[in-house]
């Protein structure tokens, strides 16, 4: 989180430098805790990450969700 802060306030005063080195920073860490990098895993199941949902084996599921009550339009007030 250090490094997080810091790429705020270096990227509010200008501080290119600082903010390359902090998200440097920051990408360490999520490969660390095996957030970023190679899988770490293998449970034998399809990688569908970066797949859109109706390409994957979760099409029929996907296009039964009724996705307009967590979007609503910019007609009038959400309700």
């Known amino acids: 989180m ?6 705020g306030s270096a ?3 200008g501080n ?4 390359a080195a902090a998200r440097g920073r920051v990408h360490a ?4 805790l095996g957030e970023r ?6 449970d034998g199941a399809p990688d569908l990450n970066r797949h859109m ?4 084996p979760y099409a029929d599921w996907f296009a039964s969700l009724d996705l307009s009550a967590d979007h609503p339009s ?6």
Do not use: H
């Open 2 to 7: 250090d490094a997080r802060r810091v790429i």
């Open 11 to 13: 990227g509010r005063t």
């Open 16 to 19: 290119t430098e600082a903010v």
């Open 29 to 32: 860490a999520k490969v660390a």
């Open 37 to 42: 990098g190679p899988v770490w895993w293998n």
């Open 53 to 56: 949902a109706r390409n994957t």
């Open 74 to 79: 910019s007609d009038g007030p959400a309700g």
